[in-house]
């Protein structure tokens, strides 16, 4: 299994007050004064009137979901001249590759070239100076896709595949190893749940499937996932950090733990974001999970 290690940088997201100097989830991002605040007029799925999909009346502001820099997480590989990533996306539902997902957009920076910044940039979609003030509120949010405002906790891991991907030989192993030791290969030793960066993403919903680039056909390269979930009931006995061991269920401090961000993405809760190796203009592929 050794050849099959890979880092993996949890990023512990926790509910706090991040600033656009930090590394975070949901805060604000450190924006160029003379840059036009993002929009998006894709049509919009509306999950509530069975999937219609219409054209929104005017542009949605995107909202930032995550920033993070390169100081604090190397492992990410920044395009040359670049040292920060800022990761946006529509709180919208659009229908892509078959699912419906909010539109993302990735922006690599390189912070020596920021000589003016927001003071107080837009957190939120409705802060957006450019927002219409009149827009229906159906078509500038799902509150499911507005993250909290979370601070990091880095922690690097080891992580192995998920068993179906491996050798058929190394499957049944694993599954022999499983049944004599009393222990969960895919819970406790495999993919790191939670919100990360690196290492090995999660096929449990469907097979691994191919994700090729689509401007050059370059195997993509996987990124980052964002989850719902810090972890699950099978999952918590190896990832629940030790520091949060006490928290009851149910309670405020444990559901902050358990669901920082307030995400909900997709039937189980994760959203595994790859990038072509050979330039960050191909932009994304992505799977829900």
């Given amino acids: 299994m050794k050849a099959y290690a890979r880092t993996a940088v949890r990023l512990h ?7 656009i100097h930090d590394s975070h989830i949901g805060g604000p991002l450190i924006w160029p004064a003379d840059e036009p605040w993002p929009t998006c007029d ?6 509530d009137d069975d999937w219609k999909h219409r054209i929104p009346e005017s542009p949605v502001p995107m909202v930032g979901v995550a920033q993070l820099y390169a100081r604090n997480i190397p492992e990410i590989t920044f395009p040359n001249g670049t040292d920060l990533l ?5 709180p919208n539902e659009h229908l892509l590759e078959d699912n419906h997902v909010p539109f993302l957009q990735l922006i690599w920076r390189r912070i020596s070239d920021l000589t003016g910044y927001l003071d107080d940039p837009p957190m939120r979609h409705h802060e957006t100076p450019d927002s219409p003030p009149d827009a229906p509120a159906s078509e500038l949010s799902l509150e499911y896709y507005l993250p909290r405002p979370c601070l990091l906790n880095l922690e690097r891991v080891t992580e192995y595949p998920h068993s179906a991907t491996l050798p058929q030989q190394l499957q049944a192993a694993l599954k022999r190893w499983d049944n004599e030791a009393g222990v969960m290969y895919q819970s406790l030793l495999s993919v790191a749940p939670g919100c990360k960066i690196g290492g090995w993403e999660s096929w449990h919903l469907t097979d691994k499937y191919e994700l090729p680039c689509h401007v050059c056909g370059a195997e993509t390269k996987f990124l980052m996932a964002f989850a719902s979930k810090e972890w699950d009931s099978e999952s918590r006995l190896r990832w629940q950090p030790l520091e949060e061991r006490h928290l009851e269920p149910g309670t405020v401090s444990y559901e902050e733990a358990h669901e920082p961000t307030t995400l909900e993405l997709g039937r189980y809760g994760a959203l595994y974001l790859f990038v072509c ?3 960050p203009d191909h932009g994304y592929r992505f799977t829900i999970q």
């Fill in 42 to 47: 894709r049509t919009i799925a509306l999950p």
């Fill in 86 to 90: 800022q990761v946006l996306w529509c």
């Fill in 13 to 19: 997201p926790r509910p706090g007050e991040p600033n």
């Fill in 277 to 279: 190796p050979h330039s």
